[in-house]
């Protein structure tokens, strides 16, 4: 259960997707409308800034190759280097530099949002109280398409069973605050972070509330102390 691997809950660009492979409510434009630009993920923005691909190639798999082929350094390539990026262009070229430069203008500001893209992280965020604490406490924690945190709630304290735990009270902040990815987190007093079957019944129904809604269960955590148990890295979401 220690320590903690650090694989990271982000979703990497997903080439060949096109849209209309896509349900309707998860195409970009679409989930903007539905859900805020906070749940999109760095790809799918991306493809609504550039509109179209180009034959043989969609929008979808054009934004993931220049995900992929510039990286962080996406919103500091120059004119030069991104018309001539095939599907691109001059026309495409200027609209990116144009976006990423408002973007630095209009959001100087720092963003502190923690970022939570690990089960280490997580468990930084998760107070001393709950994890030394000698009642069971379920917090969930809502997550932007970016891993920052958006919101945090205590939705039970108690005894943690499939009964006690419902997917409602979990997820309706999630659909409230417009969160791209959801991780409930919960303590043993006990001190041993093995899952009990409650725990794992109820990681269950979570999962299967979030693959409706469309906001996924990232993780369940069970915590006790310094010691974490994840059911991500587990393979047991799902």
Request: aromatic fraction near 4%; charge should be positive; proline fraction near 7%.
């Amino acid at each position: 259960m220690n320590p903690l691997r650090t694989a990271s809950y982000a979703s990497a660009p997903r080439p060949g997707v096109l849209l209309r492979d896509l349900h309707p409510v998860e195409r970009p434009r679409e989930k903007l409308a539905r859900t805020g630009p906070g749940a999109l993920s760095d790809q799918e923005l991306l493809a609504l800034v550039l509109r179209t691909g180009y034959a043989g190639r969609s929008v979808m798999d054009l934004s993931a190759s220049l995900l992929a082929g510039f990286g962080d350094g996406l919103p500091g390539a120059d004119f030069a280097a991104l018309r001539r990026v095939k599907g691109v262009g001059g026309s495409r070229a200027a609209v990116l530099v144009a976006s990423f430069e408002l973007a630095r203008r209009f959001c100087g500001r720092p963003d502190h949002r923690p970022t939570l893209d690990s089960p280490a992280r997580v468990l930084e965020a998760v107070p001393e109280e709950v994890r030394a604490g000698r009642k069971e406490h379920l917090l969930a924690f809502y997550l932007n398409a970016r891993s920052q945190l958006l919101l945090r709630e205590t939705v039970s304290i108690g005894t943690l069973s499939a009964s006690l735990v419902h997917p409602r009270e979990v997820f309706s902040p999630a659909v409230a605050n417009s969160a791209a990815g959801v991780i409930v987190v919960h303590n043993h007093p006990s001190g041993d972070c093995s899952p009990s079957p409650d725990d794992r019944d109820t990681t269950r129904r979570l999962c299967r509330a979030g693959e409706i809604l469309g906001i996924p269960l990232l993780d369940h955590l069970i915590v006790a102390g310094s010691a974490c148990y994840s059911f991500r890295e587990h393979g047991l979401l799902g």
